[in-house]
């Protein structure tokens, strides 16, 4: 009985000292547990503990391996002056050699060294050869006075640790070349920090995140960096390593979306770290709400890709940019799978401030690519909310859409070029309305959406006289046009009618001659449209114009005849 409950007394205290050493241990991993000092004395403790270990074998197999005795003598009359010499020059040559390579990197590589430093590998093996060449020097000492024979060490030193130091440099050498490489760098920094990602989820790590110097510590390591990626995207000249690091962000984000579920809700309270990180300074008076919705982290990653995108725009990187929009798409997508509300609203935001950029973008360099290839991802995730049946957001970007549209056509006046962007606006709500009507919304909620897409542009309202009021608005009109013959084709001619009705506002101001000249040149484009443009875009050389139902554009000038009324738009039509 009292063995009993001694052995039970005794498991209950060894499982209370494992938790408490999981806590610890996690606690030093999160307070900075690996860096620059503790690794440095890891690494110089275990080399010593590992040459003194070598150095003891090599004394037993010398005593056991009698056929070797004779030699020994021999080898207690070589000369050592050479050893530590050879020791510094190989020390030497390897340092300088890292040292130029790494400086040169540092120029456009911010924060290399500390890299460099932090690596295991270096570490080992800057300790050896400083392990080496003191190993070579004690033997020296110990050779010349003579109070110890210890063939074994010399013998060690000379043939063993000298040549392995010696064949190791050059590969060594190559092995950093490799490591400082921007690639390599920025791959780096995302095996780190997905790796602290995971260590979120873990249980021991959860009791840390009660105690704040450890959630503080965890926020920096984290918010650190990322704010490194947004250097190296600021820094580096080329596009595969901004490719890189725009596409490592994004899959950083949504690994931790769908991590953040097993994460212990206090890892989410504030810290220091957070307030005084850059991309929250003037966020202070919405540091309350991102602390109660959990989202400073994608704050933090979707504040650095629109702040690369705006960097972007400018550098007039279209495909890079129009990645950014992509990655926003893709960290959407997971969000929506995960029914992750607070994550989609921030999507949306950032969706809706990036047009705002390539608005502002397009108007002063009379540029509309970027636009247009950001549109089509916004349209991309819209499609996502309604697969997913997440309603109320899609009508709301589908607002949104009409919104930036009419801002579109009102700058047209100062960059022309936003005129095709308008066009875009349109074929993209046009795509999502027929994608409603295939996953059966109700007719209601379709004719809502129709209106907005009526009040996309507005009717000219320039001088009638003017050349340019023909081509004004013309291919917003053909888009409609073309929706109203779909809705014919499936059965819906009220929703015609209603884009019908829409039309005689441009015939009130046109008037009946060139109304009707648009018209007529609108039934001719649809009829002739062909599936692929002739030229290629950044989204290929899909034409935005075509569409399949051109057989209904009889019955669509029959309904336009019928909703017009006959004493004043008659022979206009």
């Given at each position: 009985?009292?063995?009993?409950?001694?052995?039970?007394?005794f498991?209950?205290?060894?499982?209370?000292l494992?938790?408490i050493?999981q806590?610890?241990?996690?606690?030093?991993?999160f307070m900075?547990?690996?860096?620059?000092?503790q690794?440095?004395?890891?690494?110089?403790i275990?080399?010593?503990?590992?040459?003194i270990?070598?150095?003891?074998?090599?004394?037993l197999a010398?005593q056991?391996l009698?056929?070797?005795?004779p030699w020994?003598e021999?080898?207690l009359?070589?000369d050592?002056?050479?050893?530590?010499?050879?020791?510094?020059?190989v020390?030497?040559v390897?340092l300088?050699?890292?040292?130029?390579?790494?400086?040169?990197a540092?120029?456009?590589?911010?924060?290399?060294?500390e890299?460099y430093?932090?690596d295991?590998?270096s570490?080992?093996?800057?300790?050896?050869?400083?392990g080496g060449?003191?190993?070579?020097?004690?033997v020296?000492?110990?050779a010349e006075?003579q109070?110890v024979?210890?063939p074994?060490s010399?013998?060690l030193n000379?043939?063993?640790?000298?040549?392995?130091a010696v064949?190791m440099?050059?590969?060594?050498?190559?092995?950093?070349?490799?490591s400082i490489?921007?690639?390599?760098v920025?791959?780096?920094?995302?095996r780190?920090?997905?790796?602290r990602l995971l260590?979120?989820v873990?249980r021991?790590a959860?009791?840390?995140?009660?105690?704040?110097?450890?959630r503080?510590a965890?926020?920096?390591?984290l918010?650190?960096s990322l704010?490194?990626?947004e250097?190296l995207l600021?820094?580096l000249a080329?596009?595969?390593?901004?490719?890189q690091i725009?596409?490592?962000l994004s899959q950083?984000?949504?690994a931790?979306i769908?991590l953040?579920p097993?994460?212990?809700?206090?890892f989410f309270e504030?810290s220091?770290a957070?307030?005084t990180d850059?991309s929250?300074q003037t966020?202070m008076?919405r540091?309350?709400?991102?602390q109660?919705r959990n989202?400073?982290y994608?704050?933090?990653?979707f504040?650095?890709?629109?702040?690369?995108?705006?960097q972007?725009?400018?550098?007039?990187?279209?495909d890079l940019?129009?990645?950014c929009?992509?990655e926003?798409?893709?960290v959407?997508?997971?969000?929506?799978?995960l029914?992750?509300?607070?994550?989609i609203d921030?999507?949306v935001v950032r969706?809706?401030t990036?047009l705002?950029f390539?608005?502002k973008h397009?108007?002063n360099?009379n540029?509309?690519r970027?636009?247009?290839s950001?549109i089509f991802h916004?349209r991309g995730f819209i499609e996502d909310?309604?697969?997913q049946?997440e309603?109320?957001?899609?009508r709301?970007?589908?607002?949104?859409?009409?919104?930036?549209?009419n801002e579109a056509?009102?700058l047209?006046?100062?960059?022309?070029?936003?005129y095709f962007i308008?066009?875009?606006?349109?074929?993209?709500?046009?795509s999502?309305?027929?994608l409603?009507?295939?996953?059966?919304?109700?007719?209601?909620?379709?004719?809502q959406?129709?209106v907005?897409l009526l009040?996309?542009d507005?009717p000219?309202q320039?001088?009638?006289l003017?050349?340019?009021?023909?081509?004004l608005?013309?291919?917003?009109?053909?888009l409609?046009?073309?929706l109203?013959?779909?809705?014919?084709?499936?059965?819906?001619?009220n929703?015609?009618?209603?884009?019908a009705?829409?039309?005689?506002d441009?015939?009130?101001?046109l008037?009946?001659?060139l109304f009707?000249?648009?018209?007529q040149?609108i039934?001719e484009?649809?009829?002739?449209?062909?599936?692929?443009?002739w030229?290629?875009?950044?989204r290929?050389?899909?034409?935005?114009?075509?569409t399949?139902?051109?057989?209904h554009?009889?019955?669509f000038k029959a309904?336009l005849?019928?909703?017009t009324?006959?004493?004043?738009t008659?022979d206009?039509?």
């Amino acid at each position: 009985m009292v063995r009993q409950l001694f052995k039970s007394v005794f498991l209950s205290v060894l499982m209370a000292l494992s938790q408490i050493l999981q806590v610890l241990f996690n606690g030093l991993a999160f307070m900075g547990w690996g860096s620059l000092v503790q690794r440095m004395v890891i690494t110089a403790i275990t080399t010593l503990l590992g040459l003194i270990a070598l150095d003891r074998a090599s004394f037993l197999a010398w005593q056991r391996l009698s056929w070797i005795e004779p030699w020994g003598e021999a080898w207690l009359r070589l000369d050592l002056g050479f050893a530590p010499e050879i020791w510094l020059a190989v020390i030497g040559v390897t340092l300088g050699t890292l040292v130029i390579a790494i400086s040169i990197a540092a120029q456009n590589i911010p924060k290399i060294t500390e890299l460099y430093m932090q690596d295991w590998f270096s570490l080992f093996y800057m300790w050896f050869l400083i392990g080496g060449g003191c190993h070579a020097v004690v033997v020296k000492a110990i050779a010349e006075t003579q109070v110890v024979q210890q063939p074994s060490s010399l013998a060690l030193n000379v043939y063993v640790l000298l040549p392995a130091a010696v064949l190791m440099a050059v590969p060594y050498v190559f092995y950093v070349l490799r490591s400082i490489q921007p690639t390599t760098v920025i791959e780096k920094i995302c095996r780190r920090h997905l790796q602290r990602l995971l260590r979120l989820v873990s249980r021991s790590a959860h009791p840390s995140f009660h105690q704040v110097p450890v959630r503080e510590a965890c926020h920096r390591e984290l918010l650190e960096s990322l704010n490194q990626l947004e250097n190296l995207l600021e820094y580096l000249a080329f596009k595969e390593p901004k490719l890189q690091i725009i596409q490592k962000l994004s899959q950083l984000l949504q690994a931790f979306i769908q991590l953040k579920p097993k994460i212990d809700p206090h890892f989410f309270e504030g810290s220091e770290a957070i307030r005084t990180d850059v991309s929250f300074q003037t966020m202070m008076d919405r540091f309350p709400m991102q602390q109660q919705r959990n989202i400073f982290y994608e704050q933090k990653v979707f504040r650095l890709l629109g702040n690369a995108y705006a960097q972007l725009l400018e550098e007039a990187s279209f495909d890079l940019a129009a990645l950014c929009g992509a990655e926003v798409r893709r960290v959407g997508a997971v969000a929506i799978a995960l029914r992750d509300q607070w994550v989609i609203d921030l999507v949306v935001v950032r969706f809706n401030t990036m047009l705002r950029f390539a608005l502002k973008h397009g108007v002063n360099n009379n540029e509309a690519r970027n636009l247009y290839s950001l549109i089509f991802h916004y349209r991309g995730f819209i499609e996502d909310l309604i697969h997913q049946e997440e309603r109320q957001k899609a009508r709301e970007c589908f607002f949104y859409l009409r919104r930036y549209g009419n801002e579109a056509y009102a700058l047209g006046k100062l960059s022309p070029a936003l005129y095709f962007i308008v066009d875009v606006f349109a074929a993209e709500m046009r795509s999502l309305l027929m994608l409603v009507h295939a996953q059966g919304w109700p007719l209601g909620t379709q004719q809502q959406l129709l209106v907005e897409l009526l009040k996309i542009d507005s009717p000219p309202q320039s001088d009638p006289l003017s050349t340019e009021l023909k081509q004004l608005n013309s291919g917003v009109r053909t888009l409609q046009i073309s929706l109203a013959l779909f809705y014919l084709d499936v059965d819906l001619p009220n929703f015609a009618k209603q884009i019908a009705e829409d039309l005689l506002d441009d015939f009130r101001v046109l008037g009946a001659p060139l109304f009707q000249e648009t018209l007529q040149g609108i039934y001719e484009n649809l009829q002739n449209a062909q599936p692929l443009f002739w030229e290629d875009t950044d989204r290929g050389n899909e034409n935005l114009y075509y569409t399949t139902h051109a057989q209904h554009i009889g019955s669509f000038k029959a309904l336009l005849m019928d909703a017009t009324h006959p004493s004043n738009t008659h022979d206009g039509l």
